[in-house]
Structures are given as C-alpha cells and as structure tokens.
Nanobody, 124 residues
Framework: VQLQASGGGLVQAGGSLRLSCAASGRTFSRYRMGWFRQAPGKDREFVAGINVRDGNDYYADSVKDRTTISRDNSKKTNYLQMSSLKPEDTAEYFC??????????????????WGQGTLVTVSS
C-alpha cells in the first residue's frame, strides 16, 4: 500500500487542522492505521492509531482530549482531526499502515508502510 499525507500548514495556537492520509491498494479496510509526528531534533512519536481488529482508537496522552482519528474505507482515507493546537504540536506528521498486527499500535516498528510527512506549524 502507498500512503499520501496532506493537510498540514501554518495555524495559530488554539486553531484546528484535519490531516488526511490517502491510501492505494484494494485491502485498505484490513490495515490498522497510525499517525506519528517528529519535531526537529526529536524522535518520531506516536500520536494516534485506529485498529480494525479490536475496533479501538489509541491516542498519545499529549493529544487525546483534542484529537480524533477516523477512517473512511470507501475513500481509502484516514483522518486526524486536531483542535486546540499548541506550539508544541509543531512537527512533521506521518501516517502509517500495517496489516501484520505483530506489534503494539503505538510503536513505529509495528508499521510497515509510511507516507511522506506533512508539516504542521503552530504559531503562538
């Protein structure tokens, strides 16, 4: 599967953004999807994940009260809606997919497919 992330941009603190991740391939509905982010000089970190096997969504503590991950299988797209954005949310955001389910949703090495990043910049 190939992934294409979009929707990043410059937003003021307190604002909202919706990131999209469009996937190719016929079996999108069987993949769990995740969003990660990487700020300059920092490691890539988990933001949110949506798991088709257990039906659960997962969120990092830093975003869980202001972020929603969703998917539209008919459009082969998953979304990351973020609100009440903070300057510390500034990072490049990456979407990821996996169909092997061999690791925890929160770990980068659990995902075999990655899109290019989309940059989110939150100004104070």
């Amino acid at each position: 599967v190939q992934l294409q992330a979009s929707g990043g941009g410059l937003v003021q603190a307190g604002g909202s953004l919706r990131l999209s991740c469009a996937a190719s391939g016929r079996t999108f509905s069987r993949y769990r999807m995740g969003w990660f982010r990487q700020a300059p000089g920092k490691d890539r970190e988990f933001v949110a994940g949506i798991n088709v096997r257990d039906g659960n969504d997962y969120y990092a503590d830093s975003v869980k009260d202001r972020t929603t991950i969703s998917r539209d299988n008919s459009k082969k797209t998953n979304y990351l809606q973020m609100s009440s954005l903070k300057p510390e949310d500034t990072a490049e955001y990456f979407c990821a997919a996996d169909h092997l389910f061999r690791g925890d949703d929160r770990y980068t090495n659990s995902y075999g497919y990655w899109g290019q990043g989309t940059l989110v910049t939150v100004s104070s």
